[in-house]
């Protein structure tokens, strides 16, 4: 089958997540055709639908629930993980959040899929950055700790009780306070600010750094 050689040969040593158009333009075929053919695979469970027109071979060894997340903003400002699932990912908490968190500037619904269930929650634009490339394995972008931790202040102010309970929380040695607080003063209403400032100090304080928010 010309699908199973593109995606074996063509595609497997560059990303285990691909969509049908990718497929189908490697192989010279159209959609549909790939598509048939996907799900063909797909039945003998040699790859996984994640959702329409996108697949995983979920045995690769780059694969992971977020090596899917760049494949789900094509044509818009991409999302990266923050929030409890990029704190646990740089060490910060031991809790496993049951979602994969991702921070984006649009309002998305959330996602259920054979592979994981990913919860976007959206951020004003002059908010959105802070990340870089994960540096274990797949292809996704992460929030830096400082980041992550100011995405869910962010979030609790704005949202309640949301995120207002966190584990316990252990900084890395080069955590940088000052970080959080420039993104503190980047937040424009002033009644979140401060209501965001506050949340910080009192964190602070608990975990034994020190800030001058």
């Given at each position: 089958?010309?699908?199973?050689?593109?995606?074996?040969?063509?595609?497997?040593?560059?990303?285990?997540?691909?969509?049908?158009?990718?497929?189908?333009?490697?192989?010279?075929?159209?959609?549909?055709?790939?598509?048939?053919?996907?799900?063909?695979?797909?039945?003998?469970?040699?790859?996984?639908?994640?959702k329409r027109g996108l697949w995983a071979i979920t045995t690769h060894p780059d694969f992971s629930p977020y090596a899917v997340i760049p494949h789900l903003f094509a044509g818009e400002m991409e999302g990266y993980v923050s929030l409890l699932?990029?704190?646990?990912?740089?060490?910060?908490?031991?809790?496993?959040?049951?979602?994969?968190?991702?921070?984006?500037?649009?309002?998305?619904d959330r996602l259920e899929t054979p592979v994981g269930t990913y919860e976007f929650h959206q951020i004003q634009p002059e908010l959105?950055?802070?990340?870089?490339?994960?540096?274990?394995?797949?292809?996704?972008?992460?929030?830096?700790?400082?980041?992550?931790?100011?995405?869910?202040?962010?979030?609790?102010?704005?949202?309640?009780?949301?995120?207002?309970?966190?584990?316990?929380?252990?900084?890395?040695?080069?955590?940088?306070?000052?970080?959080?607080?420039?993104?503190?003063?980047?937040?424009?209403?002033?009644?979140?600010?401060?209501?965001?400032?506050?949340?910080?100090?009192?964190?602070?304080?608990?975990?034994?750094?020190?800030?001058?928010?």
């Amino acid at each position: 089958m010309q699908v199973a050689k593109t995606i074996w040969s063509e595609m497997m040593p560059y990303s285990p997540v691909f969509t049908t158009l990718e497929v189908a333009k490697i192989a010279g075929m159209t959609s549909s055709n790939a598509s048939r053919d996907l799900a063909k695979l797909g039945d003998e469970g040699m790859i996984t639908r994640i959702k329409r027109g996108l697949w995983a071979i979920t045995t690769h060894p780059d694969f992971s629930p977020y090596a899917v997340i760049p494949h789900l903003f094509a044509g818009e400002m991409e999302g990266y993980v923050s929030l409890l699932s990029a704190l646990n990912l740089h060490g910060m908490i031991d809790q496993i959040p049951r979602v994969v968190q991702v921070v984006t500037t649009t309002q998305r619904d959330r996602l259920e899929t054979p592979v994981g269930t990913y919860e976007f929650h959206q951020i004003q634009p002059e908010l959105f950055g802070g990340f870089g490339p994960y540096r274990g394995t797949g292809n996704f972008n992460i929030a830096t700790p400082e980041k992550a931790l100011f995405d869910t202040l962010y979030l609790s102010a704005r949202k309640g009780r949301r995120f207002a309970y966190l584990p316990e929380i252990e900084v890395p040695d080069n955590f940088s306070a000052a970080e959080v607080e420039a993104w503190i003063a980047r937040v424009q209403l002033e009644p979140l600010r401060l209501a965001i400032a506050d949340r910080w100090k009192k964190l602070a304080k608990k975990i034994g750094i020190r800030n001058d928010a």
